[in-house]
């Protein structure tokens, strides 16, 4: 490295802060803007660069929108203008920017000379990456989906082959056998080929009410709820107990199948992670919208940071298909307390006029 | 067949047999396709009760299906742990390892016994043949073995 004269310092930094694509503010200590460069003019509306080239309005205030604190995601509390003795040197800073709107931006904010009382406030637009790391969540969230799909499918296409095709070869095989037989064994192959017939109707059934139970299109949410815990009790031994104060009967189509699913995959999830020999499922309404509760009291997980057990698609199918009808979803869980799974969704109006 | 005894068979089993839980799976008698867990003996809690099984589902209902012994020494790494809520008896009683076998009648499989151990390798092979060498061919009016007669 060559020794650098000052001069040839003060150079570089000229030209630093003339062709930086990140825009550099000098701010004094009541964060009144004593100078910014050409990337920082860009970001201003030109009509508000000019009252701040004029000298009309001096504050950062004038374009900025807040910051993300631990607290809040766009905030003016504890701002960071005012507030010099917390750590700014990175956060995330959201301004009103010349023809894109409201913009979130990397920022720093620190004194660099601290007997004239001067601040740097230099800014790094983040749209670009924002929006490269949206896409790569999505592309990965979409895989995950087909992944899904196809696995289910997967199970079906087992199931069709391992159970129903392998009982009707066993009937046929067995019809085929009858032509040799006495007649006083022909009477007792029927009986067992009655029976072999009736647990296929059965599997068959069971696989037709896993893609899409009737109930739901003929009786509604109650009854489809209560047929569905009848077999979670059954399949798997735990307890739903299940308590509907719904006043409405049926809902729009959608919204009863969005629902319904919701359901039947936070059940699933604490029969398979909870550990508990109980769930407690709640249906209710209150003022105009839909409330479904679905509480264990089981091993419970961290929220923010889950540990990955089946797909990893279930919390956020869960969520995507409630936000399709406008609904919320909460899951609230602690270690060794359980899990609770609050779903929210309006019920239109115009069910109640028909 | 309602003459047997297969509550005092199956304590003696566990008794015999030193492991921790003995279970008999039967179909219902009005519904050929369903298996609930009839006689017991070991158990922690009472939950095996609302178990109810069908043909391929779970430990009873996958021999009931195959008509073979279904023998699995060490559960936590011989079942995926995140398909153990198919095999709800194994997690109630927290079984670590089993020997379950199918049992005939007319040639069909009407009962699945289950021994089992809550400890890994309790139950494996070894305590298959002993069953078998042992209990000769029935178990009261059932038969361990499809005997080929047709």
Known sequence: MIQMTNNQMIDFLVKMYQNSTEAIFFLDEEGNILSLNPAAEQIIDPSLLQKIKGGNINSLCSFCRGYTSDEHLMTCVHCYLKDPESDFTSFQVYLETNG????P????????????GVYVFMLRDLTLQYKK??????NKMLQ????????????????????VVQELISTLVDIRVM??????????????????LNRLIEDIRDLSVFLRPASLDDLGLEAAFRSHFKWVKQTYGIEVSFTSTIKQRRYLPNMETTVYRICQEAVLNAVKYAKVAEITVILTESEDRLELYVRDKGEGFDVDHPTVKGSG????????????????????SEHHKGTTVFLSVPIPNQLEEE | MESFDFQTAIHQLHEIYEVDLVALAMVLPEEQFLLKWKYISGNLNQQYKRIQLRTGKGVAGAVFKSGKPYIVSNVPTQIDPNKMYHYPILQFEQIKSFV??????????????????REIEGAGIALYQRMMDELGECFGPLYLQELMTN
Do not use: C, W
């Not at chain 1, 790391?133 to 999505?138: K, T």
């Not at chain 1, 040799?180 to 029976?195: F, S, W």
């Not at chain 1, 956020?316 to 609230?332: D, P, T, Y």
């Open chain 2, 100 to 117: 379950a076998l199918p049992l005939f009648k007319n040639h069909r499989v009407t009962a699945v016994l289950l021994v089992a151990s």
């Open chain 1, 100 to 103: 894109k709107g409201i913009v």
């Open chain 1, 179 to 196: 032509r040799y037989m006495d007649e006083k064994d022909i009477l007792k192959k029927i009986d067992d080929t009655e029976g072999t």
């Open chain 1, 133 to 138: 790391q949206e896409l790569v969540y999505r």
């Open chain 1, 144 to 163: 995950k989906t087909i992944d899904a799909q196809e696995k289910e499918r997967r199970r079906i296409s087992r199931e069709l082959h391992d159970s």
């Open chain 1, 313 to 332: 698609i279930g919390l956020f199918g869960m969520k995507e298909r409630a936000e399709l009808i406008n609904g919320k979803l909460k899951v609230h």
């Open chain 1, 105 to 116: 931006y990397a920022a720093s904010y620190h004194m660099i000379d601290e007997e004239n």
